[in-house]
């Protein structure tokens, strides 16, 4: 007999989820399934805008959100969300649509109907250790991680503006380093956890992406990490993809291996290694999770 679901959850994967990031989708549905918790994907689902639309037409931006909470209307449960640009644009639009009449009306013309924001958008971080629970989620750790060493990463969207996302402390945050530690792994206090690395400007100006997430894995390394953990597919690829250029800029020597959440909670969960999309990274986290004992 299938044991029943504790909690079902809606799911939005976004675009870097099913290119880019595509670890970390594979991962959070290995964790969602490990632990025995629902997650079905929105139907149809697109884009929400990401970093740039906003930029460029707000009523784009906030439309492209708008119409996606609608389709996630379709789906049991809470909306689910692991990035963390797509986390923001979906709680800005909330937050936006809910304050200002006259920005929702002009959304619902734009998208031909009611604009319908009360389901609650949570991010995967919330889902674990909140609705889940800290206790609970230790109790299901079948591989406990420790030895490992971690730098958590949050960078500019989980928290910011403190009115929007509703995540934790906007400025001293502890939900990740909260998880790690049910997890059994050893978060370490650094200065840039929550510095930027460059964001989109990885294609219009490399320089200062390399400038950026070098300082990022400097600190990391010199507070004795022995790998990051992030919860964005572009700051994923700032440190992971790039890692090898702001090596060779810089002259220093990381190799730091860049972790979705994810990857490191399915892992603990007792996921084996080959299901979390470590062999579709540049730094590969094998060599470290083997000389830890930890795969």
């Not at 009449?101 to 949570?122: F, H, L, N």
């Not at 206090?189 to 219009?204: D, I, K, P, V």
Request: glycine share 6%.
């Amino acid at each position: 007999m299938t044991p029943k679901k504790l909690k079902n959850y809606s799911y939005y994967p976004g675009c870097s989820l099913h290119a880019s990031g595509r670890e970390y989708d594979i991962s959070t549905r290995a964790l969602f399934k490990a632990l025995n918790i629902g997650l079905k994907e929105v139907p149809d689902w697109f884009c929400c805008g990401a970093t740039p639309a906003h930029n460029v037409d707000e009523l784009l931006s906030l439309s492209l959100c708008a119409k996606n909470l609608v389709l996630a209307e379709e789906v049991e449960g809470d909306l689910a969300v692991a990035c963390a640009a797509c986390f923001s644009r979906l709680k800005t639009t909330q937050h936006h649509l809910k304050v200002d009449d006259e920005k929702r009306a002009q959304v619902e013309k734009a998208i031909a109907g009611p604009a319908t924001i009360a389901k609650p958008v949570k991010h995967i971080l919330e889902i674990l250790v909140r609705d889940l629970g800290l206790a609970k989620l230790e109790e299901s750790v079948k591989k406990p991680l420790f030895g490992l060493k971690v730098a958590c990463y949050y960078g500019c969207l989980l928290t910011r503006p403190p009115e929007v996302p509703e995540l934790d402390d906007c400025e001293d945050p502890s939900i990740m380093e909260d998880l790690l530690r049910a997890l059994g792994a050893e978060p370490v206090s650094w200065s840039h956890r929550m510095e930027c690395c460059g964001a989109n400007f990885t294609l219009s100006r490399p320089d200062v992406v390399l400038h950026l997430s070098d300082a990022i894995l400097r600190s990391a390394q010199a507070a004795g990490a022995d790998c990051v953990m992030v919860a964005c597919p572009l700051c994923h690829g700032n440190l992971d993809i790039r890692q090898e250029a702001i090596e060779n800029r810089s002259q220093e020597k990381y190799d730091l291996p860049i972790f979705y959440i994810t990857q490191l909670a399915a892992l603990a969960m007792g996921v084996d290694d080959d299901k979390l999309g470590f062999d579709s990274v540049i730094v590969d986290p094998r060599p470290m999770l083997m000389d830890k004992e930890l795969i």
